[in-house]
């Protein structure tokens, strides 16, 4: 309870508190709010800003007894969860009911989805079916006083006033804390689709995903890239099968949900000889099982074991319009090269949602440092108008770098929004603002 993801240690809490159901946290922070004590809610603790990591003296609440999966309702494309349940358990329960969650991110195995909606968690299939908020039908939170709001709408078409929801989707716990939710569902894909392929650089990335999403009518639910030294240190350090030379500039993990896998393969397959032909794809791999499917998967998800073979590290995610991703990469690898050539970045992320990820390998211990290569990312990011955080959330890591993606105006409204919501400001004090 002291940590997440991120490695940022926490204080000692006073307590830890585990509620089995929303009338127990409820009167959990009716007390807490008539003490003015503190309290920091924590979901898997799978974030990497440490949003859900305690300072020292407040009470902890944990969903994690919270776990219960209410009911899926295939015909109506619907599944009503408690905010503690693991989001792969909830995948999986999906799946055997026929139905497809489309929340998904490499952190499955461990992220709970009160979690998921309290950071509007991006992860691979963005591209395809949005962001967590745009798969949240409806919510119950709790306010810091106790009161529960329940908002448990699962009609896609609501228009009876304010969606209040959106106020705590990506809040970080900072305005109430989430309890209940109601995710839409899709249908379950037939078959899969995948290819790893080569290229020279971004514009062609560009190209062939323009080409892709045409050519698939909008069934492509995966486009990653991954330049050249990603994927050869992702490669290294899980021990894993390269699919293709490990020379060429760039890579994209490119897959296709489809309906007729009998029919849809061949087009798939058919959209990657007319990009080889084009000149985008200089060479390709596509996968002919679903356990290769998984292996190619696994060099885009070995972020985990290069962090834990380059720490320290500094982990960027941030957002740029699709066109600017390519630009932008260049420049923060030439102010990394121009400042601190003996350190090795790492760059891959999803394009099709204009996410960027930047890995800072081995960087020095001293907090001078640290806010400097800090600057030499977020300031080229600043000049595109992008985003300091893409899907990661802003806890205390990245609050400091706040005012470069919101206006004063923007902040001064978060703020009249806490102290509306949280007047004794007691959730989740420190984080995001």
């Known amino acids: 309870y002291l940590q997440d993801w991120s490695g940022c240690a926490g204080g000692q809490p006073l307590a830890i508190l585990r509620p089995r159901s929303t009338d127990e946290l409820s009167r959990m922070l009716a007390i807490c709010h008539a003490h003015g004590q503190a309290v920091v809610p924590q979901g898997g603790l799978t974030g990497l800003v440490g949003g859900a990591v305690p300072a020292g003296g407040e009470v902890v609440v944990s969903l994690e007894r ?20 693991i989001l792969q358990t909830v995948q999986e329960a999906c799946r055997d009911a026929g139905a497809l969650l489309a929340v998904d991110l490499g952190a499955r195995g461990s992220c709970q989805v009160g979690g998921n909606v309290s950071t509007n968690a991006g992860g691979n299939r963005v591209i395809r079916y949005g962001n967590t908020r745009d798969l949240v039908l409806g919510l119950e939170v709790v306010l810091a006083d106790g009161t529960v709001l329940s908002m448990l709408n699962q009609m896609v078409k609501n228009n009876a006033g304010m969606d209040l929801k959106h106020l705590f989707i990506g809040s970080e716990g900072v305005l109430g804390i989430v309890t209940r939710v109601v995710f839409k569902l899709q249908p379950l894909p037939r078959g899969v689709s995948t290819a790893v392929v080569a290229l020279q650089d971004y514009p062609a990335a560009l190209r062939f995903l323009r080409h892709a999403q045409q050519s698939l009518s909008g069934q492509v639910s995966a486009f990653e890239i991954m330049w050249n030294n990603y994927l050869v240190t992702a490669v290294d350090a899980g021990k894993l099968r390269a699919p293709l030379d490990t020379s060429y500039p760039v890579y994209v993990l490119i897959d296709m949900h489809c309906g007729q896998p009998e029919t849809d393969a061949g087009r798939f397959e058919a959209m990657l000889e007319q990009a080889i032909e084009a000149g985008w794809i200089l060479d390709g791999a596509v996968a002919q099982s679903v356990a290769e499917a998984e292996s190619f ?30 630009d932008c990469a260049a420049r923060i690898r030439e102010n990394l090269d121009r400042d601190w050539p003996a350190l090795k970045a790492l760059f891959f992320g999803h394009v099709g949602d204009g996410n960027l990820h930047v890995v800072v390998c081995k960087v020095p211990a001293d907090h001078d ?12 990011v600043r000049t595109h108008g ?6 990661h959330g802003i806890g205390t890591l990245k609050r400091d770098w706040l005012h470069y993606s919101r206006s004063e105006a923007e902040l001064a409204l978060m703020w009249a929004l806490k102290q509306t919501l949280d007047p004794k400001k007691i959730l989740n004090p420190g984080k995001m603002l």
């Open 369 to 380: 440092s640290l806010m400097r290569i800090e600057e030499a990312v977020y300031s080229v």
């Open 297 to 326: 998967w696994a060099i885009r998800d070995g972020v985990a074991e290069v962090l834990r073979d380059y720490a320290p590290t500094l982990n960027f995610d941030v957002s740029v319009p699709i066109a600017h991703i390519g």
């Open 386 to 391: 992008g985003s300091i955080s893409a899907e």
């Open 66 to 85: 919270m776990n219960r999966i209410e009911r899926i309702d295939v015909d109506s494309g619907t599944v009503i969860v408690e905010a503690g349940a």
